[in-house]
């Protein structure tokens, strides 16, 4: 979190006549209606992006407000601003701000929620999204082992489940040599198969799957490597093999 940001946000909330108090946010048009850190994202913050700043200020000004407010809607908005008339947005910006969050050491819920239901679900938006927060520079993360990369990729991988496979294979060969990512890529793997948008090819798959260390009370690794190995690639499209798996491993 970049506090000069986060002061940034909160003075400009001031100048909207928002102003925060010890159980939430009060405006100066109802002073007696206590709001929520949600009600002031989805009231305001689209009004960041009608600013008379440039496009980059209103973003990191957007930023700033999401770490303020640690709202997902916050997201939608530099989402919708990005996608809009006057977008899309500067790419760097965008993506070291979502790096940025993604490496803090902070919940960063709304951050990784975002890229799930938002840029990876969405199949035009999901090669590039997944290459800015990880692709790009996951043989780096893994060499070098700092943490707070770390932290992203390990962030990066649980959400990655709606990921076509073919863009995100490579980044998980890459991880499953690094044991600490290991338990991360699992879920990745799970998520691929269970999530409505999930994609894995089961084969390669099964085959990564074989190669993680994981910890002895990771639940469903059986059950996992049960669907895969009978070629199934996602719960939806084989509604009864995640329950014929539980059967067979129980």
């Not at 239901?117 to 520079?137: P, Y």
């Not at 089961?202 to 009370?217: G, H, M, T, Y």
Request: glycine content about 6%.
């Amino acid at each position: 979190m970049e506090m000069r940001a986060v002061a940034a946000a909160q003075r400009w909330l001031v100048d909207q006549g928002v102003s925060r108090i010890r159980d939430g946010w009060v405006s100066d048009e109802r002073p007696e209606l206590l709001l929520t850190a949600n009600q002031v994202a989805h009231s305001w913050a689209g009004d960041v992006f009608a600013e008379d700043l440039t496009t980059a200020e209103q973003l990191r000004l957007a930023f700033g407000l999401l770490d303020l407010l640690d709202e997902y809607w916050v997201t939608c908005e530099i989402r919708f601003a990005n996608e809009g008339p006057d977008g899309p947005l500067p790419a760097d910006l965008l993506w070291d701000g979502y790096r940025q969050r993604l490496e803090a050491d902070r919940d960063a819920e709304a951050v990784t929620y975002s890229l799930w239901v938002d840029w990876f679900e969405d199949h035009t938006t999901s090669a590039t999204a997944f290459a800015e927060v990880l692709g790009n520079d996951i043989d780096r993360v893994v060499a070098e082992r700092s943490q707070a990369p770390l932290r992203r990729a390990r962030r990066v991988l649980e959400c990655s489940g709606p990921v076509r496979w073919t863009v995100k294979e490579p980044a998980y060969r890459t991880a499953a040599g690094l044991p600490a990512l290991h338990p991360a890529l699992f879920r990745g793997l799970r998520a691929g198969f269970h999530d409505v948008y999930g994609d894995l090819e089961p084969a390669a798959a099964l085959s990564l799957l074989d190669r993680l260390d994981l910890p002895s009370d990771t639940e469903h690794v059986d059950e996992l490597r049960h669907v895969l190995a009978a070629g199934h690639k996602n719960h939806y499209r084989s509604p009864g093999a995640w329950d014929d798996a539980i059967r067979s491993c129980s």
